[in-house]
């Protein structure tokens, strides 16, 4: 099995570690370097479960393959407590229960958090648009729309902190 | 450090405990590794129907890693297959179910050959590998060919395929009939479903030969059962077995049953004395996790002039799949489906029969509802037909036939359901009035005249939660169905609940924090939570049929009780006065003199360390356990009314979904954040059914959409907002009054959607039956009516 070895930085740490060139980015995350924060869901890039942020955009973890990322910058969901807009995302989702089984929340914040850096006052449509690539199963998808733009707010308020 | 609240019941509290899986901190069955670790690939059968005749083994070992490969011979010698007869079914058999493929294979997707390796690219290398020469078989599929006449047995143990026989109600409804002023009838056709939990199901098995213990974890609702299952397969003592459910991803119904892959891998460690782990990838879970909903029915209903019901005649033929599914059959969603039709109404006459068939498919089990969204679709569609028959609006039609206030004394419906009390009036009432529906309908009109078709559907539904042994008993199912609770006061005045109830999202232990919290006035996060491990809990259920709070929140709000009355004891010692002058503040005991400064972390310390410091020359008992389970009905009804807006494009055959509005009665709600946000993920869910899911099987018994690409599940952007509203009538079967909500939702919405989108083609005289109602179906409907009126 052809294996490379692979240098990343994986949430602001460089990393060197042996990927098989058959791999993707989720396992490798999941299973080499124990970042079990990015889930796998549909291993189709439909569900949006394994969603990572690779040099600072959204990518499907399982449709990347890991010796795709050589010289990247990845970030996962471990990494984004560091991160203002994630942070309040997360708050959000917490205070408006927009998460129950939360297999898809990591990935539903990766999104959240692309979409609020392009668009920092999105409309609910917006939202709902943002996310279509994110299934989650167990909510009714509203109080995550509602969690998304109270985070919004959030941030516009504390826009110069 | 969370405020106090001052009281639990009621408060829209955050899931604060459930912050670490917003953070990427939650630990599902995949994220949990131990040393020496295999892993499994399954070689699953081609073929709907087949037969073994030689399976070559040794290439696969040329993979680097692969340790073992492992066939049901080999499993057979230490593991008896599933045999799911429950003695109490009227007319129910089922063959013999294996952990892996023995000799016949009777659905595409069955386990054959377990590749048994240090990882699981290395297992699936080997499997690709592994050489099995089958005889195919002819095979029936289709519910269609299943019944037929010359059908194909699905399994060769058998001459037909008919697994299960029963009618509800009365022998003969010709009178009803014969008196009618008018008659409706329709058929109704429902596509196969399947769960989709974004989890897949997962399990890691370990036998540890030193100790001969057998410990699993497994994305899994009810552990209790697993360990009963897993010890009589393999001839354990269920003291042996410990079963951990870790977060789980969701579950929906799916993860409530036994699969045969999972018993392959339990034997599979046992054989091996090593722990291994298998994870369902998708095409998997696609083929082989429980399906749902498949069904076929026709019913008739009989009115007077006025629009009474006068009788319903109905029959349901459902797809059971290949085998019944373990350990409480695939029954269930029959049966429901047909008794359940007409619930929330006055019938009259009633009779509907059920058959269930075998067929060359996966087993279909229990998803969220289980035959209520069926015959709640059935019924509201037949409602909506016997209106236009008789000329009055659905809204007047449901009012004057609703079952809402029962006869006294009188519990058991024609269909044998036992009910307790409904507010159906009141529920419509308010859903009425939030959704404007006289406007709507206006505008409705005025619409059509422009060629915009839209629908307003209604639906309203009884619901059977909390379901309790009086129901699994008679049946002969070996499941606990009480829920317990045991409660510990710890040194330091905080309490911790060890609960049989188990967690999938829903947040039920949240909700049982904030009750027990609520009862001794201290903190949410002051109680600590354990549950899903048999290892650690009392025995009982788990998840299923919306009993946590019902159930397990009685058995909370009992030992909670009996806590403090021991507290109390004590506490009325110290302050020398009497435990009915006590109450608590704050986690501090408040006399008649008002707040004593006596905490719960004192009464504590006194009772675990100082003992000879209670007045009372003894102390009470520091860890509280009840046990509840409904014991003067097999089941506790809620009930409501979902309405939901709609445009249809009749051009492209698409729907557009405006608006949707649910009044629910789940008596009382302990935290409506949490109870909002399960009504409306089962709505989702239940639009999901109507609009877009199924697994679609081509005539030869292939699974032709295995990927979630081509199995469609609702996407936010297709979704409405959905507006909640609750009338609360508490149940008198437990002093907390709860009923259940969680398949609410997915109950009604199947049922709006159909009747809204009958309304909607109404007036061009279109009507679709078969559900999902996709584009292409609809636009069938529409030609189709074009064409006729030519």
């Known amino acids: 099995m052809p294996e490379d070895t692979i240098r990343f930085t994986l949430n602001g740490r460089e990393v060197t570690v042996s990927a098989r060139s058959r791999g993707h980015l989720g396992d490798l995350l999941r299973y080499e370097l124990g970042q079990t924060g990015t889930h796998i869901g549909c291993e189709h890039g439909v569900c949006g479960a394994c969603n990572v942020m690779m040099n600072g955009r959204v990518v499907r973890s399982c449709l990347t393959l890991a010796v795709q990322i050589a010289g990247a910058e990845i970030e996962t969901i471990e990494h984004a407590r560091s991160d203002r807009s994630t942070v309040a995302l997360q708050n959000a989702f917490v205070a408006r229960n927009a998460f129950q089984c939360g297999y898809c929340t990591p990935g539903m914040i990766m999104t959240a958090r692309e979409l609020l850096a392009e668009n920092a006052a999105p409309c609910r449509e917006e939202i709902r648009d943002a996310i279509s690539g994110n299934l989650c199963r167990c909510t009714g998808y509203q109080a995550i729309v509602e969690a998304i733009s109270d985070a919004a707010v959030t941030l516009r308020e504390h826009a110069d902190d | ?790």
């Not at chain 2, 422009?450 to 699994?472: C, D, N, P, Q, W």
């Open chain 2, 1 to 790: 450090m969370t405020e106090k609240t001052t009281n639990g019941i009621g408060a829209p509290l955050p899931r604060e405990s459930a912050r670490r899986l917003a953070e990427g901190r939650g630990r599902y069955v995949d994220d949990i590794t131990m040393p020496g670790l295999l892993h499994i690939a399954f070689v699953r059968a081609p073929f709907a129907h087949g037969r073994v005749l030689k399976i070559e083994k040794d290439d696969a070992f040329e993979v680097c890693g692969v340790v073992a490969v492992i066939e049901g011979k080999d499993l057979a010698e230490i593991c008896v297959p599933y045999d799911t007869n429950p003695t109490g079914v009227p007319n129910h058999v089922s063959a013999p179910q294996p952990p892996l493929v023995v000799d016949e294979s009777c659905f595409q997707g069955e386990a054959v050959v377990a590749v048994v390796a240090t990882s699981r690219a290395a297992a699936e290398d080997g499997a690709e590998l592994v050489f099995v020469d089958w005889d195919e078989l002819p095979a029936s599929c289709s519910i269609e060919e299943a019944q037929a006449d010359s059908a194909v047995p699905a399994h060769t143990n058998f001459d037909d395929n008919l697994t299960l026989k029963h009618r509800f109600g009365a022998v003969d409804v010709s009178d009803a009939f014969a008196n009618a002023a008018h008659v409706v009838e329709s058929n109704f056709d429902f596509g196969r479903q399947t769960g989709v939990t974004l989890e897949p199901r997962g399990i890691i098995a370990h036998w540890d030969p030193r100790t001969e213990e057998l410990e699993v974890w497994q994305s899994h609702q009810v552990p209790w059962q697993m360990r009963e299952v897993y010890a009589t397969q393999l001839g354990l003592s269920p003291q042996s077995v410990r079963v951990t459910a870790p977060d789980v991803g969701g579950a929906f119904g799916l993860k409530l049953h036994a699969y045969a892959d999972e018993l392959a891998v339990v034997a599979v460690s046992k054989l091996m004395g090593r722990p291994v782990k298998y994870i369902v990838d998708r095409l998997e879970a696609f083929t082989a996790d429980a399906h749902a909903r498949e069904a076929r029915a026709i019913c008739r209903m009989a009115l007077d002039p006025q629009g009474h019901i006068l009788g319903i005649d109905a029959r349901v033929d459902a797809g059971f799949g290949a085998y019944a599914m373990h350990p409480r059959g695939s029954f269930g969603e029959a049966m429901q489906a047909a008794q359940m039709i007409g619930a929330p109404y006055k019938v009259g006459a009633f009779r509907a029969e059920v058959f269930g068939w075998r067929q060359n498919k996966p087993p279909s089990g229990a998803y969220r509802g289980v035959g209520q969204p069926i015959a709640c679709a059935i019924t509201e569609d037949m409602i909506d037909l016997a209106a236009s028959a008789v000329g009055i609006d659905p809204v007047e039609m449901r009012r004057i036939n609703y079952r809402s206030t029962l006869d006294e004394g009188a519990r058991a419906t024609e269909a044998g359901l036992v009910i307790e009390e409904l507010s159906l009036d009141r529920c419509l009432a308010k859903l009425i009035n939030a959704m404007d529906y006289d406007r709507l309908r206006a505008e409705q009109t005025a619409l059509r005249g422009k060629g915009v078709y839209r629908g307003i559907g209604l639906a309203s539904f009884v619901e059977l939660t909390g379901v309790g042994a009086g129901l699994y008993g008679p049946l002969g199912l070996t499941v606990a169905a009480n829920e317990a609770c045991r409660l510990t006061l710890q040194p330091d005045g905080s309490l911790t609940c060890a609960t049989s109830v188990t967690d999938q999202g829903q947040g039920t232990l949240s909700a049982l924090a904030q009750l027990i919290a609520g009862e001794f006035d201290i903190a949410p996060d002051k109680v600590r939570m354990i549950a899903g491990d048999t290892g650690r809990t009392p025995y009982g259920g788990g998840a299923w049929a919306s009993r946590g709070m019902a159930l397990g929140g009685e058995a909370a709000k009992r030992a909670s009780e009996r806590m403090r009355e021991g507290l109390f004891e004590v506490a009325a010692g110290i302050l020398q006065c009497e435990p009915s002058d006590l109450s608590l503040a704050n986690g501090a005991v408040v006399g008649p003199k008002g707040p004593s400064g006596l905490t719960l972390a004192e009464i504590a310390a006194i009772c675990h360390y100082r003992p000879y410091d209670s007045p009372l020359g003894k102390v009470p008992q520091m860890t509280i356990e009840e046990s509840f389970v409904p014991s003067d009905v097999p089941y506790i009804a809620s009930n409501g009314v979902h309405a939901v807006h709609i445009e249809v494009d009749p051009d492209l055959g698409t729907v557009m979904l405006l608006d949707y509005w649910v009044v629910d009665d789940c008596g009382t709600v302990v935290n409506p954040l949490l109870v909002d946000e399960q009504l409306r993920g089962g709505i989702v869910q239940g639009i999901g059914a109507a609009l877009y899911e199924e697994c679609l099987y081509s005539e030869d018994g292939q699974f032709t959409n295995g990927t979630l690409a081509d199995y469609v599940v609702p996407m936010a952007c297709e979704m409405p907002d959905i507006h909640v509203g609750h009338v609360t009538t508490p149940t008198r079967s437990t002093g907390l009054g709860a009923k259940g909500v969680g398949e609410a939702g997915t109950v009604g919405a199947p049922g709006a959607v159909r009747t809204a989108l009958n309304d909607a083609l109404s007036p061009l005289g279109a009507r679709v039956t078969q559900q999902p109602f996709t584009a292409s179906r609809i636009l069938e409907a529409v030609m189709a009516a074009e064409a006729a009126n030519k």
